[in-house]
């Protein structure tokens, strides 16, 4: 059974830094893609960035291309998604999971079930 613990949400204000930390097992992480994602109430979750298993290629979604930065430790089977810039509107619960493809045309999709998330408020 795959498990996953995110960390490393909290309060801060905007134009702050953060980095988010994804501990994942049940799985061999490097063989996988990685996604981070985020939901807000009453919004559908959204796909933030992904990499593939070897970094070779990153996608970050428009609204934190140039601000986000995701990499991966595979030795430490650990997903990371630093973050500078922080507005507002990145207040959302953090995911990550293993997900089926990381492409520029193709929508990333989990390939388990969520973990708790990890939530980041970014107060103006």
């Known amino acids: 059974q795959v498990q996953v613990q995110e960390s490393g949400g909290g309060s801060v204000q905007a134009g702050q830094s953060l980095r988010l930390s994804c501990a994942i097992s049940?799985?061999?992480?490097?063989?996988?893609?990685m996604g981070w994602f985020r939901q807000t109430p009453g919004k559908e979750r959204e796909g933030v960035s992904c990499i593939t298993w070897n970094a070779g290629f990153t996608y970050y979604s428009d609204s934190v291309k140039g601000r986000f930065t995701i990499s991966r430790d595979n030795a430490k089977n650990t997903l990371y998604l630093e973050m500078i810039s922080l507005k507002p509107e990145d207040t959302a619960t953090y995911y990550c999971?293993?997900?089926?493809?990381?492409?520029?045309?193709?929508?990333?999709?989990?390939?388990?079930?969520w973990g708790q998330g990890t939530l980041l408020t970014v107060s103006a």
């Open positions: 049940g799985l061999t992480f490097e063989n996988h893609a």
């Open positions: 999971a293993a997900v089926d493809y990381c492409s520029p045309t193709r929508t990333q999709n989990p390939i388990h079930s």
